[in-house]
């Protein structure tokens, strides 16, 4: 079967019948693809072994099957990053030894376990989904490659003299929709991706709709008055830009320095942090977080007055004089 599939155009068939070797390749014209498709069928040319690179399954893998994941295109684009990286191997012939060495390099790069174990289970994941549709008739190559082991990472948040830091710096940037991004998720809660896929139809109530999140529930957070305005008008003219890159450069700018593998993600830390410190409730703070699971969320415990004084009050010294 040839059909148009993006700038290209795909084959993809079974020459040996339903039970035979699927064959899928992608051709710049109909032509090719059609001429393609009658040799194989005629058995004039014979399937040859799979010698697809791994970038090339990253793209049927987003095609058949990534593009209608959360942050689908993010994921894609790392994906072809580590295929970069590794020089973009024939997927088939790709070996537990040359993910480890990939691996090695990027933790002697200072990059963090959780993010190398998202690395190879969205890896991992990719062959998978491409062995159930029958793109691939092998195994995942690196099946076998176990997970580095993660240490408790400290959780960091602003303080309110570092906010108005924050604040003052992100005003100056260039890119217009940082100030908005950061002001949304230090007021809300939000993850980045979340706060910068903000429309103004998402804006209404008072508050702030989110839709495209991590878990796929969509959330509803209450904001003041004066935000909501500030947002919603902005939004009305322009969606938000892309502003990661430019929150890093306005961060590094006010000296703040921040654990290894936190940039972003401070700041929903940060209303979380700020949120129990005056007495929020874990249970309401896990329905605007969106997380899943109050285990999560019960790792702001520690910061709840209320956690400070029963400590205080119930541990074995409590009341002696010394």
């Given at each position: 079967m040839v059909k148009k599939d993006g700038q290209k155009w795909k084959v993809d068939i079974r020459p040996g019948g339903v039970k035979g070797r699927r064959v899928i390749r992608l051709f710049d014209t109909k032509a090719e693809a059609n001429y393609f498709e009658r040799l194989l069928l005629?058995?004039?040319?014979?399937?040859?072994?799979?010698?697809?690179?791994?970038?090339?399954?990253?793209?049927?893998?987003y095609d058949l099957h990534g593009r209608v994941l959360n942050s689908s295109l993010d994921t894609k684009s790392r994906l072809l990053a580590v295929a970069k990286a590794l020089n973009d191997p024939v997927a088939f012939e790709f070996?537990?030894?040359?993910?480890?060495?990939?691996?090695?390099?990027?933790?002697?790069?200072?990059?963090?376990?959780?993010?190398?174990?998202?690395?190879?289970?969205?890896?991992?994941?990719?062959?998978?989904?491409?062995?159930?549709?029958?793109?691939?008739?092998?195994?995942?190559?690196i099946q076998t490659v176990r997970k580095l082991k993660q240490t408790g990472s400290e959780l960091s948040y602003l303080t309110d003299e570092q906010?108005?830091?924050l604040s003052d710096e992100v005003k100056k940037s260039r890119?217009?929709?940082?100030?908005y991004v950061v002001m949304i998720s230090l007021a809300t809660g939000a993850r980045w991706s979340e706060a910068e896929s903000l429309i103004h139809t998402n804006c209404r109530n008072g508050g702030f709709y989110f839709v495209n999140t991590k878990n796929g529930q969509s959330r509803f957070v209450p904001v003041e008055p004066f935000l909501f305005d500030l947002v919603f008008q902005f939004l009305q003219n322009q969606p938000f830009q892309?502003?990661?890159?430019?929150?890093?450069s306005a961060l590094k700018?006010?000296?703040?320095?921040?654990?290894?593998?936190?940039?972003?993600?401070?700041?929903?830390?940060?209303?979380?942090?700020?949120y129990?410190?005056?007495?929020?409730?874990?249970?309401?703070?896990?329905?605007?977080?969106?997380?899943?699971?109050?285990?999560v969320t019960m790792r702001y415990a520690h910061l709840?007055?209320?956690?400070?004084?029963?400590?205080?009050?119930?541990?074995?010294?409590s009341g002696r004089e010394f």
């Amino acid at each position: 079967m040839v059909k148009k599939d993006g700038q290209k155009w795909k084959v993809d068939i079974r020459p040996g019948g339903v039970k035979g070797r699927r064959v899928i390749r992608l051709f710049d014209t109909k032509a090719e693809a059609n001429y393609f498709e009658r040799l194989l069928l005629s058995g004039r040319i014979e399937p040859k072994g799979d010698n697809r690179r791994l970038s090339e399954l990253v793209n049927l893998w987003y095609d058949l099957h990534g593009r209608v994941l959360n942050s689908s295109l993010d994921t894609k684009s790392r994906l072809l990053a580590v295929a970069k990286a590794l020089n973009d191997p024939v997927a088939f012939e790709f070996s537990v030894s040359d993910f480890s060495v990939y691996r090695q390099t990027r933790v002697d790069r200072g990059i963090q376990p959780a993010t190398l174990n998202r690395e190879l289970q969205t890896l991992k994941a990719v062959f998978r989904e491409l062995k159930r549709l029958s793109v691939i008739d092998y195994e995942s190559p690196i099946q076998t490659v176990r997970k580095l082991k993660q240490t408790g990472s400290e959780l960091s948040y602003l303080t309110d003299e570092q906010i108005t830091l924050l604040s003052d710096e992100v005003k100056k940037s260039r890119n217009s929709s940082l100030y908005y991004v950061v002001m949304i998720s230090l007021a809300t809660g939000a993850r980045w991706s979340e706060a910068e896929s903000l429309i103004h139809t998402n804006c209404r109530n008072g508050g702030f709709y989110f839709v495209n999140t991590k878990n796929g529930q969509s959330r509803f957070v209450p904001v003041e008055p004066f935000l909501f305005d500030l947002v919603f008008q902005f939004l009305q003219n322009q969606p938000f830009q892309s502003c990661h890159s430019a929150f890093r450069s306005a961060l590094k700018r006010t000296g703040i320095k921040l654990p290894s593998g936190q940039l972003a993600h401070v700041l929903r830390h940060t209303f979380a942090s700020h949120y129990v410190m005056k007495g929020g409730n874990l249970k309401s703070l896990q329905q605007l977080l969106g997380h899943s699971s109050l285990t999560v969320t019960m790792r702001y415990a520690h910061l709840s007055p209320d956690f400070h004084d029963e400590v205080r009050q119930l541990n074995p010294l409590s009341g002696r004089e010394f």
